[in-house]
């Protein structure tokens, strides 16, 4: 019962974790926008319109960039499964050797070892390879159009608040309002992860919140440079 829920949890782990990230993401990129355009003395509407437009061209550039990458893992997925089903296909005694052989490395007597994959390839050839062979399976495989979808949620999610305090808040106060809001969610986010990853929490989230208030404040810098006259 005990091994069976751990396997449960690191499946999900992981799938935390890259929503904590594509959240800090949202929240570090948005943030620092947002505070170097309202640095740059812009208007109320002009800032909001940046934090929008932030959040969606960040959604739709992780969004891409997951796709394209998750896309080619499941390219090179494929093209090792056709290439092994062409190898069962021309070599089923070799391959059933090779089968073997891998489960003698992980503790079964010779005898047993090809029994099991004796078995195992009567049963269903490609699927023992994929999984033993070369550690494909069906939960782990690639599915490009989640990650994407999963990658662009999260990023909005975490971009989301920066943009909801420039809507709510007034002008005065926006500066320090989305400065410190950024700051505490950012917190919250890498306690989360550590968290999730078994982490200690303390030093994850001093790591997040410095390095997401180095970028937001290098960002409004540049603004307070670049901008006009008050
Ligand atoms: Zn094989």
């Given amino acids: 019962m005990a091994r069976h829920r751990e396997r449960h949890m690191m499946g999900s782990i992981g799938w935390l974790r890259a929503a904590v990230l594509g959240a800090n993401d949202g929240i570090v990129s948005t943030a620092s926008l947002v505070l170097g355009v309202a640095a740059a003395n812009a208007s109320h509407n002009e800032i909001l319109v940046t934090g929008i437009a932030g959040l969606v061209a960040g959604a739709m550039s992780m969004a891409a960039g997951e796709y394209v990458s998750v896309r080619s893992q499941a390219d090179t997925e494929k093209a090792a499964l056709d290439l092994e089903k062409t190898e069962i296909e021309n070599d089923r005694e070799g391959e059933h050797r090779e089968l073997q052989q891998i489960y003698v490395k992980r503790g079964l007597d010779p005898i047993l070892a090809r029994q099991v994959a004796e078995q195992l390839m009567d049963h269903d050839a490609l699927d023992a390879h994929a999984r033993d062979e070369l550690g494909i399976t069906e939960a782990m495989s690639a599915r490009p159009l989640q990650a994407a979808a999963a990658s662009a949620a999260s990023f909005?999610?975490?971009?989301?608040?920066?943009?909801?305090?420039?809507?709510?808040?007034?002008?005065?106060?926006?500066?320090?309002?989305?400065?410190?809001?950024?700051?505490?969610?950012?917190?919250?986010?890498?306690?989360?992860?550590?968290?999730?990853?078994?982490?200690?929490?303390?030093?994850?989230?001093?790591?997040?919140?410095?390095?997401?208030?180095?970028?937001?404040?290098?960002?409004?810098?540049?603004?307070?440079?670049?901008?006009?006259?008050?």
């Fill in 156 to 230: 909005a999610l975490g971009a989301a608040m920066p943009v909801l305090a420039v809507a709510i808040v007034p002008q005065r106060i926006l500066f320090a309002t989305v400065a410190v809001l950024s700051i505490v969610c950012l917190a919250v986010l890498g306690a989360l992860g550590a968290k999730a990853g078994g982490a200690p929490l303390v030093p994850a989230a001093v790591r997040v919140t410095f390095w997401g208030a180095v970028a937001m404040g290098i960002t409004a810098a540049v603004g307070t440079f670049l901008g006009a006259p008050p």
